[in-house]
């Protein structure tokens, strides 16, 4: 996510050449990728997780998905998320606000999240897309000018770990297939591996004495310039959430061998939904409907 603070200061050519180019609203493109996604997506019924699923697990795992409740609910085929950030462009930069909507799918990972702010007084949207195509990510000014647009081998296997980061701190029911594999470290930490497609990535959980999810820690997240050698994802604020205890907030950091780590995103998940039928899948119109909880 780092890349999409990257803007420059060229928005009064980006409003210029808005008036003579024309391209397809990442609003419509992100309605349409969930459109393609969901048609994609296996429609059999979820099976319901057991505790013979936990079983293979190592302990520390195991005792979390208890916590969190995944035992006796249906495993997860998709989820929706409606959260708040804050972002920054550098450790010394001053935070811009946005909401998200995001849409992911489990059998086919697909990953799609949308952003709405606004710098120098100029509207700004972005899409991040994580699909069987590759990943892609497009932060645009003034609805037509692409200011950032990263894609590539790289970037893919570095939004691998932002899937796994998702699937591991908003829908955990979902760890439980042939794609993720585990290996203990402590009593209070494990290592899962997440392969999928071409790509295969790790990242260590850690968890507190209350067995709850308290940080994500990747080495594996590296595919541009100001990537830094690590990335975690510390969370908190750990409640229930229709029956399963998960955090409410979280930051995204870099970590670095030479210099001090930088802390670029804060996120406060507003509203959580699983299994939401095709028909019900929301619309991008819909970002920020749930803003008002955020405070």
Not at 73 to 83: E, K, L, Q, S, Y
Not at 91 to 108: G, K
Not at 139 to 156: K, P, W
């Amino acid at each position: 996510m780092s890349s999409l603070l990257r803007l420059r200061p060229r928005f009064a050519a980006a409003a210029m050449l808005a008036l003579t180019i024309g391209c397809t609203p990442l609003t419509d493109r992100f309605d349409e990728a969930v459109a393609t996604a969901a048609a994609s997506q296996p429609d059999t019924p979820p099976t319901v997780v057991t505790e013979a699923d936990l079983t293979p697990l190592p302990a520390p795992v195991g005792r979390w998905l208890r916590r969190v409740g995944v035992v006796g609910r249906p495993r997860v085929r998709n989820f929706v998320v409606d959260m708040h950030a804050q972002l920054n462009r550098g450790p010394d930069e001053p935070w811009m606000e946005t909401p998200v909507l995001q849409v992911s799918f489990v059998a086919n990972p697909t990953r799609l999240f949308l952003l709405r702010t606004r710098m120098k007084g100029l509207p700004v949207t972005g899409l991040h897309a994580y699909t069987d195509d590759g990943a892609r990510m497009q932060i645009r000014v003034a609805g037509l000018v692409d200011m950032v647009d990263e894609s590539g081998d790289a970037f893919t296997r570095a939004e691998t770990v932002t899937m796994l980061n998702d699937v591991c701190i908003m829908a955990p029911g979902a760890l439980l297939d042939e794609r993720f594999t585990w290996r203990a470290l402590t009593d209070t930490s494990a290592v899962v591996t997440f392969t999928t497609g071409a790509h295969r990535v790790s990242a260590t959980l850690v968890f507190d004495a209350n067995d709850d999810l308290v940080d994500f820690a990747s080495d594996d997240r590296h595919a541009l310039p100001d990537d830094g050698e690590r990335w975690t994802t510390p969370l908190r604020g750990h409640r229930d959430v229709d029956g399963l205890r998960l955090p409410r907030e979280g930051d995204a950091i870099w970590h670095y061998a030479n210099k001090p780590a930088w802390r670029y995103g804060r996120f406060t998940i507003l509203r959580l939904q699983y299994n939401v039928p095709d028909v019900d899948l929301p619309r991008a119109a819909a970002i920020g409907a749930h803003e008002a909880t955020a405070r």
